[in-house]
């Protein structure tokens, strides 16, 4: 696991924003993130830019339904030939035939251009997110009925997808020089036990690491993010590097695996603190209170035996999660605290 970069409660976000004007959000994400800046996702601007209709293109059999705004698998048919024309593209392990169109990501278009007008001296990392493989493929259904999550071809199609997408992005991330973090973003693990995702951790390892295996031994970092509750010490069981959580709705829940939280950290991973709410109440936060919020959960950690030192290294500072469903004016606010609280952290603990 990559522990060479010293994050600092540097500031990231999850992604998305409420934005219909791509310039402004972009504006927005450069100067609140003044140090690892990650592209926006625009769902309102476009339909494609939903997380789970972005990464789809390529997906054999995929069908899309524009009028009911729903995406599903055509297994009707004979999938042969498109699982093969699949595979053989994947073979060649060529990153160019998975890439993103404009059409479904104009964010990642938009930060890519600022970035080759002018790389800011304060940058010292930049990101990039894929929808997670257990993600999309709990929300794509085939014809049949059944989820593409528990169909071993289209689950693993899907896996291999991301992974391709993943490797795509970073491709165009890596040429600034600067260290690359891809987070692979995994909502539908708050599912994860219960009776609506019949899945085991090998298999949700096993999808997560052959995603985090194609960034990894390129040199990147990659992170994981979840905005609920789930099973965190089968997260920390992977080879991610870095786990990012909603720090203010569920600190105790995630705190509750300290011991899990320690052997990660000593081993070199790396804490995502989702301190800003990216609900309505953010009309109700201070500065003040999220830094209270954020400093009692480092101390709980520094009680139990870890280190202040380790976790201001290895510690960011993000929101709760992506902020597409707010109003333009709560989503400003929610990324101008985030740069805030990573100001007023790195303060404190310097």
């Known amino acids: 696991m990559p522990n060479t ?27 609140t993130l003044r140090e ?24 054999p059999c995929i069908k899309i339904d524009a009028e009911k705004k729903t995406v599903s ?22 990153p160019d035939l998975f890439q993103i169109n404009r059409a479904c990501s104009v964010g990642f278009y938009a930060m890519l251009e600022r970035l080759d007008q002018s790389l800011p001296a304060s940058l010292r990392a930049v990101k990039g997110q894929v929808v ?7 929300s794509l259904k085939l014809a049949s009925g059944i989820l593409a999550l528990y169909s071993d071809e289209f689950f693993d199609v899907i896996v291999k997808l991301l992974s391709m997408k993943a490797y795509w992005q970073f491709t165009k991330l890596a040429r600034y020089k600067l260290p690359v973090l891809m987070f692979v973003d995994e909502p539908y693990l708050t599912s994860f036990g219960s009776s609506f995702m019949n899945i085991s951790r090998e298999r949700v390892i096993g999808a997560l690491n052959e995603v985090y295996e194609g960034i990894q031994s390129r040199g990147g970092l990659t992170g994981s993010h979840c905005c609920g509750n789930t ?24 705190l ?9 950290m000593e081993r070199g991973g790396y804490l995502a603190w989702g301190i800003v709410p990216t609900s309505a ?22 009680n139990k035996g870890l280190s202040k030192t380790l976790i201001k290294e290895r510690s960011m500072v993000t929101p709760s999660c992506g902020a ?27």
């Open 5 to 31: 970069f010293n994050a600092n409660f540097a500031a990231t976000a999850i992604g998305s924003l409420p934005h219909v004007d791509i310039e402004c959000a972009t504006n927005l994400m450069f100067e």
């Open 36 to 59: 690892i800046p990650c592209w926006v996702q625009l769902p309102k601007y476009d339909r494609r830019e939903d997380m789970c209709i972005q990464y789809t293109e390529g997906l």
């Open 73 to 94: 698998i055509d297994d009707t048919n004979d999938t042969a030939s498109g699982l093969e024309k699949f595979y053989e593209a994947y073979l060649k392990n060529d």
């Open 132 to 138: 997670g493989p257990v993600t999309l493929a709990g």
């Open 231 to 254: 099973d965190w010490a089968m997260l920390m069981e992977s080879n991610v590097d870095i786990v990012s959580f909603d720090a203010y709705e569920f600190m105790d829940k995630y």
């Open 256 to 264: 509750m695996y300290w011991r899990e939280i320690i052997a990660f």
């Open 281 to 302: 109440k953010i009309a109700d936060v201070s500065l003040d209170d999220l830094v209270k919020r954020l400093e009692e959960g480092i101390q709980f950690l520094v």
């Open 324 to 350: 597409g469903t707010l109003t333009i004016e709560e989503a400003e606010k929610v990324m101008k605290l985030t740069g805030e609280i990573s100001a007023a952290m790195r303060q404190k603990y310097n």
